[in-house]
């Protein structure tokens, strides 16, 4: 018993003898400095490709609502804090059956919900705007489309490109 006593002291101070002893190294320090670029972006999504208006009797149905309504839109933008950044919208021209038959694009409008949308009526001289943000983030609404109806259009099947830009300066 007294063999076991006088070991296990020994052994701690072998113990402590033997481990590695931290080397203390005096601290350093250097300095970091981090940089990034940040650049104005703009993306925009639309919920159709294209939208369609049935053909409809203009006594019961004096406004169109286009098939795919409401249409989601979304705005994603990435500008100064103060500054607004802009969605428009422009027609190439009027709607068109080819050989001269028209349809005014003035005669398709849309509805707008979602902050900062706005409803808006097309055309093909100038930009209509249809939102505006001020600072970056991400901006989704709905367009809901519509086109006066009229016993004077022409028959046929009438297409017209257009297109909305989105501007974040």
């Known amino acids: 018993m007294t063999f076991q006593r006088k070991l296990i002291p020994v052994l701690v101070i072998l113990g402590l003898l033997l481990s590695p002893i931290p080397a203390f190294a005096p601290e350093q320090t250097g300095p970091l400095t981090v940089n990034m670029a940040v650049s104005a972006r703009a993306k925009l999504t639309l919920g159709a490709s294209a939208i369609n208006f049935p053909d409809a009797d203009?006594?019961?149905?004096?406004?169109?609502?286009?098939?795919?309504?409401?249409?989601?839109?979304?705005?994603?933008?990435?500008?100064?804090?103060?500054?607004?950044?802009?969605?428009?919208?422009?027609?190439?021209?009027?709607?068109?059956?080819?050989?001269?038959?028209?349809?005014?694009?003035?005669?398709?409008s849309w509805t707008a919900t979602g902050a900062g949308y706005v409803g808006g009526t097309m055309s093909s001289s100038s930009n209509v705007p249809a939102g505006s943000w001020t600072g970056s983030g991400i901006y989704s609404g709905a367009f809901n489309y519509s086109i006066a109806n009229s016993w004077t259009y022409a028959t046929g099947n009438y297409t017209v490109s257009t297109t909305y830009t989105l501007t974040a300066p």
Do not use: C, F, M, W
Request: no cysteine; hydrophobic share 30%; charged share 10%.
């Open 58 to 108: 203009p006594d019961t149905t004096p406004s169109i609502p286009a098939n795919e309504n409401p249409v989601t839109v979304t705005a994603k933008v990435r500008t100064g804090v103060s500054t607004t950044a802009t969605l428009t919208h422009r027609s190439s021209g009027d709607l068109t059956a080819g050989l001269g038959i028209t349809i005014p694009i003035s005669n398709v």
